[in-house]
């Protein structure tokens, strides 16, 4: 199960956000079912960061989803996102290795 988040951050919180999805995705990795968890900033807009999170199955993604690690960044994004994550979530369909 991949999950995909586009976050924007307002201009003069740019590297505030980094930080903070940089401290998530180490928490985030060491979750049972986290297979990858990769933070992206997009280099033409500096200000959009992509997420790239992979889980074993749909109860791994419902775990992270319920963390104390994330609830405690997305209570932080009003202040530093200029909108909500926009989210893809798609089903794994092919990769190495197994599923």
């Known amino acids: 199960m991949l999950l995909i988040a586009n976050l924007h951050s307002h201009p003069h919180k740019a590297d505030e956000?980094?930080?903070?999805?940089?401290?998530?995705?180490?928490?985030s990795r060491?979750?049972?079912?986290?297979?990858?968890?990769?933070?992206?900033r997009r280099r033409d807009q500096p200000d959009v960061f992509v997420v790239c999170e992979l889980y074993r199955d749909q109860a791994a993604c419902d775990a992270h989803?319920?963390?104390?690690?994330?609830?405690?960044?997305?209570?932080?994004?009003?202040e530093l996102l200029s909108s909500p994550p926009a989210l893809q979530m798609c089903d794994t369909i092919s990769m190495p290795g197994p599923l």
Do not use: K, W
């Not at 060491?30 to 968890?37: I, Q, R």
């Open 17 to 27: 956000v980094a930080s903070l999805l940089c401290a998530l995705a180490i928490t």
């Open 30 to 40: 060491a979750e049972p079912g986290c297979l990858s968890y990769t933070v992206h």
């Open 65 to 78: 989803l319920a963390s104390a690690p994330l609830r405690q960044a997305l209570a932080r994004f009003d």
